[in-house]
């Protein structure tokens, strides 16, 4: 009877276990899938910016999206758009690299160093910057609700 009991909780424990696994890949799965559509976004809006695009911007910034600029200036999607539709901020290039996505369920974190070079106001606003983006899962699309961004002096 012992050595029955043993080998029930043994298939018990293994079926547990093997069950565990398999939710555990699935988890990281959809984690790794939630990564890339992160990753994908910041590049649009990366390009967009080159471009003067300003619907991408509209399609992923909040409204109310709090954006902190190198100066600690808060802003936000409004003005972002509107310095852009009026060519004050003027993108030439943005090279996206050392990209890292954090995934909490329906909030994530994005940290991306930039290269750009560009200007705003007329003012030369070339360098490398680090931006820290935080999303969250709005109405079944990932929107970003504040965005920081950090002028880098080491290379």
């Known amino acids: 009877m012992k050595k029955v009991l043993t080998s029930l909780l043994l298939i018990l424990l293994a079926s547990c276990f093997a069950f565990g696994q398999g939710q555990g890949k699935s988890d990281r799965e959809q984690t790794a899938r939630v990564e890339q559509t992160l990753r994908t976004i910041e590049q649009e809006c990366s390009d967009a910016s080159v471009k003067g695009d300003t619907s991408v911007i509209e399609r992923y910034y909040v409204d109310t999206c709090a954006l902190t600029d190198p100066d600690g200036e808060v802003g936000n999607r409004a003005a972002l758009v509107a310095d852009l539709k009026s060519g004050e901020l003027k993108f030439e290039a943005s090279t996206l690299d050392k990209m890292k996505v954090q995934v909490y369920g329906n909030a994530a974190i994005v940290t991306v160093r930039a290269t750009e070079k560009g200007a705003y106001r007329g003012h030369d606003l070339s360098g490398k910057y680090q931006w820290t983006d935080t999303f969250v899962k709005v109405g079944g699309r990932w929107q970003i609700v ?10």
Do not use: I, K, L, P
């Open 146 to 155: 504040a965005d920081h961004t950090t002028r880098v002096s080491v290379q």
